[in-house]
């Protein structure tokens, strides 16, 4: 629950940093609980024989888990599986930022400590395995006899890659018709990876277009297609010695991850009302690192259409959507000062706004969508840093990160992307009286911002650090024009 109310903010130094969502561990069980109610079916029926795996990647939710029903359907015991793969904690492409930050990090294994608990509610379990998925699962297959591995389908090239391997892996594996479900008349045969589509709002098979044809706008026009319900228990699972462990958690972190927690989050129906805000844990759902884990199933929402979209538009563009020009190919300069860049990254520009935003994502992982798109503003427009930088950055810190969202958003903020505007701009002085007039979120997450009249904290002139580059668009400061760190003066033109 939040220490700090709207009225009366206080400091990050000075109170608790508050839990998303702000119930119990009661409370989000009971929650929790009544919704797996509402999904519940009796009348699935099992029909197969063996043992399937379902290998959890970025689904680790039970509620509208196609592939996990599937696997109960196709056979007499389900291997539940997730793979701690270490290529996720090496470095991003082009800057070697780390893929993986600590708090994304916390919130994955709290999403699979509480997949673990919801399966055993279901009479499954959870393997814990380390090391990569086109090693462990055809060894897996092997040793129990599976005939065929579920998984849900990713779209982006890394991702991909790891399922062609998986693919490849389990060819080799060789099992006898005694083992598994197959019904071929041949002495022997390989285990199956079967791919399902279940990241999206709007099913891509729905869809009233090709993918390739894909237009660049946004309408619902299709059917969302119901939730998978589950049958009461999901068991048995096949014997297994030694389901391992899941890595610690360090407690303390703004979200709690994992499917009861985000159950347990009901703000749709303020949603339009707070989108734009900034501090509290109340402003927008917050549903997106919950999204990104697929600790919740897009079906169980809406107001997702931006989410399926960029989704289906990393299929249209494939890896263009990682490459400096965009989708569009665009040719442009951006510099990659480093020194520059850090300021961006730590919060010390000299411009509250920008800062408390970039605090706030490296204290919690999280940042509004405003505070997204003007920040994305500020280092490709003013600071005329290469996007790849912030959008690596984000990769590394976000606790919603996926590639899809991330960098079509950047593309798109970049002016690479598939918007025809090139020149979006947020001017800094507009947000911020617009969006944090009383300076309540720059107080929050710069201190030192506290004590000055209200008016002053988003423009405390030389109260505050130095700027380290002026803006292309309109002075932040009302009253004078000052030199930044790194030279030329403010412009008096104003903007978005």
Excluded at 162 to 186: F, I, P
Excluded at 352 to 361: F, V, W
Excluded at 478 to 494: D, E, F, M, N, P
Aim: charge should be positive.
């Amino acid at each position: 629950m939040s220490l700090a109310s709207k009225s009366q903010p206080q400091s990050v130094a000075s109170s608790a940093v508050y839990q998303v969502p702000g119930l119990d561990s009661h409370e989000m069980d009971s929650t929790a609980d009544k919704t797996f109610e509402r999904y519940l079916s009796n009348t699935a029926k099992r029909n197969g024989k063996g043992v399937s795996i379902v290998w959890f990647r970025n689904d680790l939710r039970v509620l509208d888990n196609e592939a996990l029903f599937k696997a109960w359907v196709s056979s007499q015991a389900v291997l539940p599986v997730y793979c701690i793969d270490p290529r996720l904690f090496q470095t991003t492409y082009y800057f070697g930022f780390p893929k993986t930050g600590a708090l994304r990090a916390q919130f994955i294994n709290e999403c699979l400590a509480d997949l673990k608990k919801n399966l055993m509610k279901k009479g499954l379990n959870l393997l814990i395995q380390h090391g990569k998925p086109e090693d462990i699962l055809p060894s897996l297959t092997k040793a129990f006899g599976a005939h065929t591995v579920y998984a849900h389908k990713e779209t982006c090239s890394e991702e991909l890659q790891v399922e062609r391997s998986v693919a490849r892996g389990l060819r080799q594996v060789v099992l006898s018709t005694a083992q598994g479900n197959s019904s071929r008349s041949s002495s022997t045969h390989s285990p199956k990876l079967q791919l399902i589509w279940g990241s999206t709002l709007y099913h891509l098979d729905d869809i009233p277009f090709s993918v390739g044809s894909l237009p660049d706008s946004v309408e619902a026009k299709c059917t969302i297609r119901g939730c998978i319900r589950l049958p009461t228990s999901l068991g048995p699972p096949p014997s297994v010695d030694d389901w391992g462990i899941i890595p610690s958690v360090v407690k303390g972190m703004r979200f709690l991850g994992g499917e009861t927690a985000a159950l347990s989050r009901d703000l749709l129906k303020i949603y339009k009302e707070t989108r734009n805000e900034m501090l509290g844990p109340d402003y927008s759902t917050k549903f997106s690192p919950w999204l990104a884990s697929g600790s919740l199933s897009p079906r169980v929402l809406f107001e997702l259409i931006w989410r399926d979209y960029f989704r289906f538009i990393s299929i249209k563009y494939g890896n263009s959507l990682f490459h400096l020009g965009g989708p569009r190919k665009v040719e442009k300069r951006w510099h990659q000062d480093q020194k520059m860049f850090e300021t961006w990254r730590n919060g010390c520009t000299g411009y509250p706004l920008i800062d408390a935003n970039m605090k706030e994502l490296s204290a919690s992982g999280f940042m509004s969508n405003r505070g997204r798109q003007i920040v994305c503003s500020f280092l490709v427009r003013d600071m005329g840093i290469d996007w790849r930088m912030g959008a690596e950055w984000f990769e590394t810190c976000l606790l919603d990160y996926d590639p899809c969202s991330n960098y079509g958003n950047w593309t798109y903020g970049a002016g690479v992307g598939n918007d025809p505007r090139e020149d979006r701009y947020f001017s800094i002085p507009k947000q911020a009286k617009t969006y944090d007039p009383d300076g309540e979120h720059v107080a929050f997450w710069v201190p030192e911002l506290l004590p000055l009249p209200k008016e002053k904290r988003n423009f405390p002139g030389k109260s505050y650090i130095e700027q380290v580059v002026p803006l292309k668009f309109g002075s932040s400061n009302k009253h004078h024009s000052q030199r930044s760190k790194y030279g030329g003066r403010h412009s008096g033109l104003g903007n978005r």
